[in-house]
C-alpha cells in the first residue's frame, strides 16, 4: 500500500506562486507514474500534469507553460511549481500514484490540498 501526503495549498492572489509537494510512504522508484489532479467545484477531476520514472512528463491544457511538475527519487516526493495563477486555478489538488503489474493497474490517491486564487 502506498500513502501519499500532499502539502502547499493555500490563499494566493492571481498572479502568484504556490509549490505543492506529494510525499509518498515508499520508494517512488517503484510507482510507474505520479502526477497531480484538480478538481474544482461543480466540476470533474482532471488531469493537471503527470511524471514517469524516466522524467518524461504530460501536462493538462490548463497547465501547460504555467506548471511545471518534477520529482525527487531520493526524497520520495514529488512536486508541482504553479506560476501566474489565476482563479480559475482554484480546486482541490490530489496527488496521484500509478503501479503497474502486468494487466492490472493500482491507483493510489493522497487526500487533497486546497488552493485557492483570489483577491
Known amino acids: 500500500q502506498v500513502q501519499l501526503v500532499e502539502s502547499g495549498g493555500g490563499l494566493v492572489q492571481p498572479g502568484g506562486s504556490l509549490r505543492l509537494s506529494c510525499a509518498a510512504s515508499?520508494?517512488?522508484?517503484?510507482?510507474?507514474?505520479m502526477g497531480w489532479y484538480r478538481q474544482a467545484p461543480g466540476k470533474q477531476r482532471e488531469l493537471v500534469a503527470g511524471?514517469?520514472?524516466?522524467?518524461?512528463?504530460n501536462y493538462g491544457d490548463s497547465a501547460k507553460g504555467r506548471f511545471t511538475i518534477s520529482r525527487d527519487n531520493v526524497k520520495n516526493t514529488v512536486y508541482l511549481q504553479m506560476n501566474n495563477l489565476k482563479p480559475e486555478d482554484t480546486a482541490v489538488y490530489y496527488c496521484?500514484?500509478?503501479?503497474?503489474?502486468?494487466?492490472?493497474?493500482?491507483?493510489?490517491w493522497g487526500q487533497g490540498t486546497q488552493v485557492t486564487v483570489s483577491s
Open positions: 511524471i514517469g520514472t524516466g522524467g518524461g512528463t
Open positions: 515508499g520508494s517512488i522508484l517503484s510507482l510507474n507514474v
Open positions: 496521484n500514484a500509478i503501479r503497474y503489474r502486468g494487466i492490472y493497474r493500482d491507483d493510489y
